[in-house]
């Protein structure tokens, strides 16, 4: 007999900033780096997105009728400091200030990430952005501000959004100037500080704020290995260290896991920490681990002598298109899970995945767990009764939560979920045709059409679950 969901357990659901709000430059809000590299891809524009920032009471509206107990959303740094630092934006801070009174009008908690890829353009034009030392201490002073200004109202912060997707797709996520883009140093570089970063924000803000809780959000996506072969074990032990426990572990243990930096030292590619880093990691050691989970990968063996590959070049991806698999020489090759079905866009389907996930990290480091993002990106179709017929979704999401209750039942302790997303928005690899949402936004692309908010049928279908906590499903 399962224990099934715990009575406060917050049922959520999640969006960020630049892909919902809009609103690009209004209202003083500074550019973003994703304002920027958005306007390269095919399809991007941040200026519009879903609308949100304009219309969020409708949208908190909905969130209440569909019965939210926690919402999770992003601040944009630089609506908040247009220049990354200096004098706060008056209406960035009230826009946020609004949004959260909202929610907690209508019983829904705030789960607030303060990082999800948004970094202001000025502090990329000053000193290039992450891959500059000094970005951690304007990241930090920016943090604190959150903390002071809406602490008394948030009671869960999320420091940096996907920092192991950060370093993996690394020129999608960042401003990296073309000749830079083969230096994988100054990739390991940029991810330190990220990590210290995520340290110095946690430091900041307890000192402001020590009732807070603090967290990092990974993606995960477990490895397993292609075949029972010692050495395709091992590189799906080497794929787990690289790509999951690298990035984790500074968050929960306060230290780089001792292989990974023997790994990153074999192979030149050894960031440098300055002296105190080791204790100030410590002092990020999180309250809570938040995952964002999709999907699993399958790992084998690779020599030394095969090409490197990133994954960063599958984003524009369809189904069957797959040709392209990360490869780390010497590590492990990723490759196709014959075992596993994919979705639209080749992404492998894998509640068990998420068993697994959950199980080992809450082994690995004993904190209250919550999933901050899981959900289907899917080619959703408005019909002519204007509804959104997306059994799909709820077989994904029905399956996934099957997972977690198993989880739960083995004794991880799990506090709150958040499906992606809440609506549309606008997808980081495919736009507005891959859509996430259990509300449908009337626009494409390149067509804004009307923006009109449309409740899917896993509207009604979360609605319920939520109602029954968890029950009926
Ligand atoms: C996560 C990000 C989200 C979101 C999601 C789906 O990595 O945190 O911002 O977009 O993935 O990815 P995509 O939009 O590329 O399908």
Redesign the pocket.
Known sequence: MSKGFGKDFLWGAAT?AY?VEGAAQEDGKGLSQQDVLSRQSPFGDTSMASDHYHRFREDVKLMQELGLKAYRFSISWPRIFPDGRGEPNPQGVKFYHELIDCLCECGITPIVTMY?YDLPWALVQEYGGWLDRRVCADFARYAAFLAREYGDKVKYFITV??QN?IYRMWTRKNYIPEQLQHDEKLRWQMNHHYTMAHALACREVRQVRPEVKLGGVP?VEPAYPLTCSPADCMAAANANLMRNYFFIDPYMKGSYPVQGLSYLEDAGLLFQMEPGDEGLMKEGISDFLAV?Y?RSVCARACDKKEIRQDQELNLYGVKGSQKVFETVPGMYALCKNPELKTTD?DWPMDPDGLVYALTDLYERYGKPMMIA?NGL?ARDVLTEDGAVHDAYRIEFLRDHLNALERAVDLGVDLFAYCT?SFLDLM????GYA?R?GLIYVNREDKDLKDLARVKKDSFYWYQNVIASNGRER
């Open positions: 960020s892909q999800h959004n996907e997707i993606a964002n999709y866009w993002e990106g992606w997808s980081t690899s495919n891959k996430y």
